[in-house]
Each structure stands twice: as structure tokens, then as C-alpha cells.
């Protein structure tokens, strides 16, 4: 079979599964150990759905490995051959991949194809909770519109998840320290955001003032719903510049990456606002012969209102590259952050 048509981790995942059989000592390759190989590895979307939908992994990996020894084994060197189970399961993903009217077989077109083509990988499966029709409604809750057209599609799936920190999510787990100080700077910031244009604060000061903690500051007033009633419910999401190109081998795996996380908070419709930090590192990033940097690729979403962003720099970071850039300064309310007071601190 061509293995093109697959995406790296569906090829990771179907290595693994051999590789398995080979410790095993089974000879021939089944569908437990292609199920075993894909709930395993933690880095592809099938063990996030699984459990969405309810499902303990740990346990169903367990129950597959206990299957997987009761498989028969052989000694010595012997050559392994896929298994009846394992080439339907493997024709029937690109069925799978053409219903979803994608480029590549995901590690998602496997799962789905294993449990549609039965066997003793599909019971363990069907019994411990996990369908056709769960397993497809979760899927597309996580992975919304977006299409498989590369063999790195893991990469924009949840890209705000991925390259970003949830300054909401963590304000309410209490893993944000209380900010002391700042309700001046945090009245401002929410004076901006509500504005119909003009409406992205950059918050600019020197470093350690706590422009960063003025931004989970807002956070935690959001938690507490003191916040003007246009910024309810709102999400915070601080991106990650060094998340986002961190592994980025290929041309245009950055701005994929970007463009995804870009498409998340336009399709929130006002409900995701994004925090950078380090503004000015924007300005370059990713960039290379023939590519865009990553601030041309946020202008446009900025300039019509469909992503609100607060940005984070120090002056002479602010004055040496936004600046420079009239049409991103243009976009951005500079607001100046100065360090709090000893009576400010301790009051």
C-alpha cells in the first residue's frame, strides 16, 4: 500500500502498531495493536476524543494490551505480515479520508475505519463506550472545519489550545497570583477593548513592571464578572510566538500554524481576545525568502475588526519595530505601564 497518502503520525501510529507486534512476538499485525498504537500516543487527536466522549484511556489501552497477550507468538526471527483485519482497516481509512473530503489519512480516518470494520479491536472499543457516532460528534467538535491538506494537520487542530495559554481557564483553577494595584491600568485596558475602533491596547513599559500581570489581572476580574457587560464571557488567550515556531522545519509550516490560530479567534466572533506578549516579536517572526511575517498576517483580521488583540512591549522595543510599522501602530492603543508604588503594593 502507498503510504504517501498518509500523514506522519497515521505512518508514526501504523509503525508503532508493527513494532508492538514485534515485542509481542505475534507474527501476524491486527487491528488491537493499530487500536493499542493509536490510544497511546498522546501527541495525536484520538486519546483527546476518546476522552471528551467519557472514556478512562489508561483502562482501554489496558484491556487492549491484555488482548493483544492472549494473540499467539512465535520465537525467533520471524517475518511479521499484516493481519486480514489490519489491510481492511488501512483500505477502508482512505474511504474515510475521501468522505471527508481530505488530502491525507489522519490518525482520526483510522480510528474511525477501525471501529466501522469490527473486529476484536471494534468490541473493545463498542463496549467500553466508544462508537461510530461519539467518536464522530467529538471529532468535529474539536476539529471544526478545518480539512486535512498536508501530512502535519495536528499541527492546526486546536491551535489555540496548542500555542497558547488560557489565561480564563487558568484564573479559574486559581493558578493566576491575585494582582494588587493595577485597578487604574485594568480600567483602562477594559475602556479600550470596548471602543468601536482603535479598540487593541498595547500595553507598553519596561521589563518586570507587570504588563504581563496587568493582562491576568483583567483575567481575573473577567472570572469575577466585574467587567463592563461587552467583556462577559470573554476568553483571554496569551499566544505563544515561541510555541508557534518551535519545530517549524518546513516553508510555511509557521505561517499555517499562525493562520489556524488566526481562523480560531475570527470564528469565536469577538469571543476569544488574544494576549501577546512581546509584541514586538511579531514583527519578523517566521519570516524568510518569500515568506510573510507574522504581523502582516495578523493586519488584516486587525484592521476589520474580526480578531482584538492586547499586546505587551517595552518602549524601546515599541518605538525600534511597531513604529517602523504605521499600518500595525495604527491598529494598536499604546497605554504606558509604570511600576506600582511601595503603597500601591502593599495597600
Do not use: C, W
Not at 196 to 205: A, D, E, S
Not at 224 to 253: C, H, N, T
Not at 288 to 309: F, I, T, W
Amino acid at each position: 500500500m502507498n503510504r504517501d497518502k498518509f500523514t506522519l503520525k497515521s505512518n508514526e501510529a501504523i509503525e508503532r502498531a508493527v513494532n508492538l507486534a514485534g515485542e509481542h512476538g505475534n507474527q501476524e499485525v491486527t487491528s488491537l495493536h493499530l487500536a493499542h498504537s493509536l490510544l497511546s500516543e498522546p501527541e495525536n487527536i484520538v486519546p483527546e476524543v476518546v476522552k471528551k466522549i467519557g472514556v478512562d484511556v489508561v483502562g482501554l489501552i489496558s484491556k487492549t494490551e491484555a488482548e493483544i497477550n492472549k494473540l499467539p507468538k512465535v520465537q525467533g526471527g520471524v517475518d511479521q505480515y499484516a493481519g486480514s483485519d489490519f489491510k481492511k482497516v488501512l483500505n477502508k481509512s482512505l474511504d474515510v479520508m475521501r468522505q471527508f473530503k481530505d488530502d491525507y489519512v489522519s490518525t482520526e480516518h483510522l480510528m474511525i475505519a477501525l471501529i466501522e470494520m469490527g473486529g476484536a479491536a471494534a468490541k473493545i472499543l463498542i463496549a467500553a463506550g466508544v462508537n461510530g457516532d461519539n467518536f464522530l460528534k467529538v471529532l468535529m467538535q474539536i476539529r471544526g472545519t478545518q480539512k486535512v491538506t498536508d501530512p502535519h494537520p495536528e499541527d492546526k487542530m486546536q491551535a489555540l489550545k496548542r500555542y497558547g495559554r488560557d489565561l480564563i481557564q487558568l484564573a479559574r483553577d486559581g493558578k493566576l497570583d491575585p494582582v494588587i494595584g493595577r485597578d487604574d491600568e485594568i480600567r483602562r485596558i477594559m475602556q479600550v477593548l470596548v471602543r468601536r475602533t482603535k479598540n487593541n491596547p498595547v500595553l507598553i513599559g519596561e521589563a518586570g513592571v507587570g504588563k504581563t500581570a496587568v493582562a491576568e489581572g483583567l483575567a481575573l476580574r473577567i472570572v469575577q464578572g466585574d467587567v463592563p457587560e461587552m467583556l462577559k464571557e470573554k476568553r483571554i488567550v496569551a499566544m505563544e510566538i515561541g510555541s508557534l515556531l518551535a519545530g517549524a522545519k518546513y516553508r510555511g509550516e509557521f505561517e499555517d500554524r499562525l493562520k489556524a490560530v488566526i481562523k480560531e479567534v475570527v470564528e469565536s466572533n469577538g469571543e476569544i481576545i488574544l494576549f501577546i506578549d512581546e509584541l514586538h516579536t511579531i514583527v519578523g517572526a517566521g519570516a524568510a525568502e518569500g515568506a510573510v511575517d507574522a504581523s502582516n498576517m495578523l493586519k488584516p483580521a486587525l484592521a476589520r475588526g474580526e480578531l482584538r488583540a492586547i499586546g505587551a512591549t517595552t518602549l524601546n522595543e515599541y518605538k525600534k519595530y511597531i513604529e517602523k510599522d504605521p499600518a500595525l501602530e495604527r491598529r494598536f492603543q499604546p497605554l504606558f505601564i509604570k511600576e506600582p508604588s511601595v503603597e500601591e503594593t502593599i495597600s
